[in-house]
């Protein structure tokens, strides 16, 4: 088992930057492959971004591409997404999950995923 804690969501205006966290417990030992989604109220659950084994690999949803980057730090167990220049649509609650897939491309859907945090809200004011 996995255990993921994300931090670091909050109130802010739009145009500011966040950077949220996610830190890995439990059976640290499998090297995961790492991704963000959002869900928004009344919404589906949307791919963010997603980062391969190593940190070599990165994927993009198109809404937050060239604003939003992730990255991963394996000696310490953490994924971090830095989003600049956030706008009222990213307003959301942010979920890190942990995905056993054989690829980072296969980590672009929710259903690659076998862990997920608790979620952390995010609101962008205008």
């Known amino acids: 088992q996995v255990q993921l804690a994300e931090s670091g969501g909050g109130l802010v205006q739009a145009g500011d930057s966040l950077r949220l966290s996610c830190v890995a417990s439990?059976?640290?030992?499998?090297?995961?492959?790492m991704g963000w989604f959002r869900q928004a109220p009344g919404k589906e659950r949307e791919f963010v971004t997603c980062?391969?084994?190593?940190?070599?690999?990165?994927y993009y949803g198109d809404s937050v591409k060239g604003r939003f980057t992730i990255s991963r730090d394996n000696a310490k167990n953490t994924v971090y997404l830095q989003m600049n220049s956030l706008k009222p649509e990213d307003t959301a609650v942010y979920y890190c999950?942990?995905?056993?897939?054989?690829?980072?491309?296969?980590?672009?859907?929710?259903?690659?995923?076998?862990?997920w945090g608790q979620g952390n809200q995010v609101t962008v004011s205008s």
């Open positions: 999950g942990a995905s056993n897939a054989y690829s980072s491309d296969a980590a672009r859907i929710s259903r690659a995923y076998d862990y």
């Open positions: 439990g059976r640290t030992d499998r090297n995961y492959i």
């Open positions: 980062i391969s084994r190593s940190g070599s690999t990165t």
